[in-house]
């Protein structure tokens, strides 16, 4: 399986000329990517409205994909 930061045989994360493959440290599948997200939104829906919004505003553009389902309603 490949990496999810895998775009067209460059890493889309990582300053790195070649991609390293499952040795490398940051290796996860879209699989897992997906798990962990929906842990987090899980996580993040059960905090404060004002945590949320700070959250919101921080890390995701003023948006709150946890109450939708996830990111691109991937979740
Ligand atoms: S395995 Fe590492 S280097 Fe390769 S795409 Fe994933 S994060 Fe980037």
Not at 20 to 40: I, M
Request: proline content about 1%; hydrophobic content about 30%.
């Amino acid at each position: 399986m490949s990496c999810f930061a895998l775009r067209r045989g460059k890493c889309s994360i990582l300053d790195v000329k070649k991609c390293e493959g499952s040795d490398c440290n940051f290796y996860k599948t879209e699989a897992q990517v997906k798990k962990e997200r929906k842990k987090v939104f899980g996580r993040i829906k059960t905090l404060d409205r004002h945590i949320q919004i700070h959250i919101s505003e921080t890390y995701y553009g003023g948006k709150m994909p946890w109450l939708k389902g996830g990111i691109n309603n991937e979740c």
